[in-house]
């Protein structure tokens, strides 16, 4: 059973920096859609940013474009999620979701992926 592992997440103050791993067993992600979804308390699931790990084709929500980066390395089975100028609307918890995919990603919808891990918490306070 293919499983999916976040790692990262803590609290930080506004400003900061912080970057989100996820790692992926039990299957390689070289033909995988990726994708970081975020919910807050009381908020439903949204995506954040995802990437296809053959194409390394990669969509954002409006939210975070030019403040989150994400990428693939493949020879380690891993996604990472590189998160700057940090905000108190960016607390959450963050989760890390896998499907097979021919050439995109999507952050619309999270039906669209298969797997999930179980998900980091991220606190940016002062």
């Known amino acids: 059973q293919p499983q999916l592992v976040e790692s990262g997440g803590r609290w930080v103050q506004p400003g900061a920096s912080l970057k989100l791993s996820c790692v992926a067993s039990?299957?390689?992600?070289?033909?995988?859609?990726i994708g970081w979804f975020r919910q807050a308390p009381g908020k439903a699931r949204r995506g954040v940013a995802c990437i296809h790990s053959g194409t390394r084709r990669t969509n954002y929500a409006d939210s975070v474009r030019g403040r989150f980066a994400i990428s693939s390395d493949n020879a380690k089975n891993t996604v990472s999620l590189q998160m700057n100028s940090l905000s108190p609307d960016d607390t959450a918890v963050y989760f890390c979701?896998?499907?097979?995919?021919?050439?995109?990603?999507?952050?619309?919808?999270?039906?669209?992926?298969?797997?999930w891990g179980q998900g980091t918490q991220v606190t940016v306070s002062s």
């Open positions: 979701a896998a499907v097979r995919a021919s050439e995109d990603c999507t952050v619309r919808s999270t039906f669209y992926y298969d797997y």
């Open positions: 039990g299957r390689t992600i070289s033909a995988d859609a």
